[in-house]
């Protein structure tokens, strides 16, 4: 869960947005309490219009689904207890911090390739309309051209457009 507050806060939604709580069945007077404090906190937080994040959702589903984190979030318990083949582990704190820096990346990678899906656009087009730095876009489409996802579709003046790569099956 920690991984999805994570996200939630990079995506400006915030990880109070997300609550999850595990009760028994005979803990009736607990789940009462739970929904009565969430009801109140949801209250206070105000309406949540998904259509107004749905760029930013449909990113943060993205980089849930990417294999990058989900190999990532499988080898926790082997890099922090067990250790790699070296015996050399890693702590804790370390390794979600690498496990974030991985997701803002993952996260940044799919709000940029959302974008491309709308169509050609140079680097500064997609940084406008995602709100992310210009180096950083132009970061991630390299990245994006790197597994094929993206390409380079040509200019626009003197600026560089770049589209979703159309992969064509022989």
């Not at 943060?60 to 499988?74: C, K």
């Not at 995602?130 to 600026?159: D, N």
């Amino acid at each position: 869960m920690h991984l999805v507050e994570h996200l939630l806060d990079v995506a400006e939604i915030g990880r109070e947005r997300l609550v999850v709580k595990w009760v028994s069945a005979a803990e009736g007077h607990l789940f009462a309490d739970y929904v009565t404090r969430i009801s109140q906190r949801t209250r206070e937080l105000g309406p949540f219009d998904p259509r107004e994040h749905k760029l930013s959702l449909s990113a943060v589903e993205a980089a849930l689904r990417s294999p990058r984190l989900r190999w990532l979030m499988g080898i926790e318990l082997q890099m922090t207890e067990r250790g790699n083949v070296y015996q050399e582990k890693i702590g804790e704190e370390k390794y979600h911090k690498l496990l974030e820096s991985a997701a803002r990346e993952e996260y940044e990678k799919a709000l940029v390739f959302d974008v491309l899906k709308e169509g050609d656009q140079s680097v500064r087009e997609i940084a406008l309309r995602t709100g992310l730095p210009v180096y950083t876009v132009s970061s991630r489409v390299r990245e994006l051209e790197k597994c094929h996802r993206a390409a380079f579709c040509g200019y626009t003046g003197q600026a560089a457009l770049f589209g979703k790569a159309v992969m064509e099956i022989a």
